[in-house]
């Protein structure tokens, strides 16, 4: 039961061949059993799980239908969830129950999604490894010994180990895409503003976007049109109409125009993974689609404006945890100063203190013009490349990652090193553009992702051009040994 996908749970749901509650106890003992090797979950909601199949299965036996109705999920722990602990991964907040739930969370549980858990991620969504949580690395289920990605890696290495068929997670530079890329699955970072963040714990708000992680492209396509739409309470989302999304899935690919840019296939890139991507797009070249060579000649910015920007952003965003409020408070300050200074030094973790120093800096007097202010007019330049680009052709497409998963604390001594294996990946999210990863190989024993990029609200077609290429290829469907 733990290897069907999303669709194929709502067809036996509505087949009555099992019950939502059958189904949530499996997956509950399945994690039980092997999430100890993997670690991608922060907290089990098993009682809340339970309740919420019941509740499904009675929803059914009344006549009701849903593709989401009785479906397993997980969530990153950066969506509030009320009463329930959300950590964002930190120390900071270990104590901390969301009084509320997020937009995302409270769409997906009227749907009828069944909350087994929170995932695991890095701590405050900083990182490409899931090695800066406060709860401990997550492992890679294709191999115990490298890192899934981050900073969605819980909610990818549970999914890929078949512990549930999807799960929410966020991407602010990459972090759907690149632990989907690590753990051959399937992710989606939908348009800025397609998702709401209400609830979503803030990293960078300007680049932060929620989105499905699935194995299919089928499954983003359902899990996505429960998270999508507008929200009031969200003053960067946007009051656009939210397509069917399963419906455009079998569109034809017949004309359709690919642009790989030229930039992707520099030295940077493992010669393995630019083989696998040439033969991607010799697949949907098969299926009727053209490719062009692109340019996108301000791409080699990108790395040093985003982290200016994300920092900065995360300098400020994170200034409301100081011990005060909620979240972790130091013991016995001697003053007020003594109380803000303890409680962040001691809450916060080396890479999010990391970044609040870089961010503060960059934002400083005398130092905005310079850097921030440079940044932002960098990421001006970064969208109309993709502008000029879109006018000649209808998706983008390259590697999601330069390398394979990395051995766990590869890069932990250099955090430099890790920030440049973004560089596929955080372009997408200083234009505010849509972005999928999806299977597309293996490499040592190690998934390999194909990127490809839409202009803005068209996920739609991502998620057609994925489903049509998975249907014609079967990397996707291969399940990590022991899982
Ligand atoms: N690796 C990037 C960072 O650390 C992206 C993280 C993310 O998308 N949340 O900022």
Not at 76 to 101: E, H, V
Not at 200 to 213: H, T, V
Not at 451 to 479: I, S
């Amino acid at each position: 039961m733990h290897q069907l996908t999303l669709a194929e749970i709502a067809r036996g749901l509505a087949d009555k061949k099992f019950s939502s509650e059958e189904l949530t106890r499996v997956l509950l003992a399945r994690i039980t059993q092997l999430d100890p090797q993997l670690n991608s979950f922060i907290s089990l909601t098993e009682e809340l799980a339970l309740q919420q199949a019941q509740a499904a299965d009675a929803r059914r036996a009344k006549g009701e239908t849903g593709a989401l109705l009785g479906a397993p999920i997980a969530h990153k722990d950066l969506f509030c969830t009320q009463g329930i602990r959300t950590s964002c991964g930190s120390k900071m907040l270990d104590n901390f129950k969301a009084p509320y739930d997020a937009t995302v969370v409270a769409k997906l549980a009227a749907a009828g999604a069944v909350t087994l858990g929170k995932t695991n991620m890095d701590e405050f969504a900083m990182g490409s490894a899931n090695e800066s949580s406060y709860y401990g690395a997550v492992k890679n289920p294709w191999n115990l010994e490298h890192v899934p990605g981050g900073s969605s890696g819980g909610s990818a290495a549970a999914v890929a180990a078949r512990l549930l068929p999807a799960a929410t997670a966020t991407d602010t530079g990459g972090s759907i895409r690149q632990p989907a890329a690590f753990t051959n699955l399937t992710g989606l970072k939908p348009t800025y503003g397609r998702v709401s963040r209400w609830g979503m714990i803030a990293y960078a708000s300007s680049l932060d976007q929620g989105g499905p992680l699935a194995r299919t492209a089928e499954d983003c396509a359902i899990l996505l049109q429960g998270m999508a739409g507008f929200d009031a309470n969200d003053s960067t989302s946007i009051d656009e109409p939210v397509p069917d999304y399963s419906a455009s899935l079998n569109g034809s690919l017949q004309g359709l125009r690919i642009g790989v840019p030229k930039e992707y296939f520099s030295e940077g890139l493992d010669p393995r993974i630019a083989e696998l991507i040439h033969n991607s797009v010799k697949e949907l070249q098969k299926l009727g689609a053209v490719v062009k060579e692109i340019s996108l000649p301000n791409m080699q910015h990108a790395i040093p404006a985003y982290y200016v920007i994300a920092p900065a952003e995360a300098s400020s965003n994170l200034s409301r945890f100081d011990g005060v409020r909620f979240g972790y408070r130091c013991e016995d300050p001697k003053d007020l100063t003594d109380l803000y200074k303890r409680s962040r030094g001691e809450g916060f973790g080396a890479e999010v203190q990391r970044r609040i120093m870089v961010g503060a800096y960059a934002l400083s007097a005398g130092y905005y013009d310079a850097y921030y202010l440079k940044a932002q007019k960098i990421r001006r330049l970064v969208k109309n490349d993709f502008m000029a680009a879109f006018n000649e052709v209808d998706i983008i497409l390259g590697p999601t990652t330069p390398n394979p998963a990395w051995k766990l604390g590869a890069k932990n001594s250099d955090p430099v090193a890790a920030y440049l294996e973004d560089v596929y990946t955080i372009t997408a999210n200083l234009a505010g553009l849509p972005g999928l990863s999806m299977p597309a190989g293996f490499v040592d024993g190690l998934p390999v992702g194909v990127q490809l990029l839409a202009p803005y609200f068209q996920e739609g077609r991502l998620l057609n051009v994925a489903h049509q290429y998975q249907l014609n290829t079967d990397w996707h469907t291969r399940t990590p040994t022991g899982f």
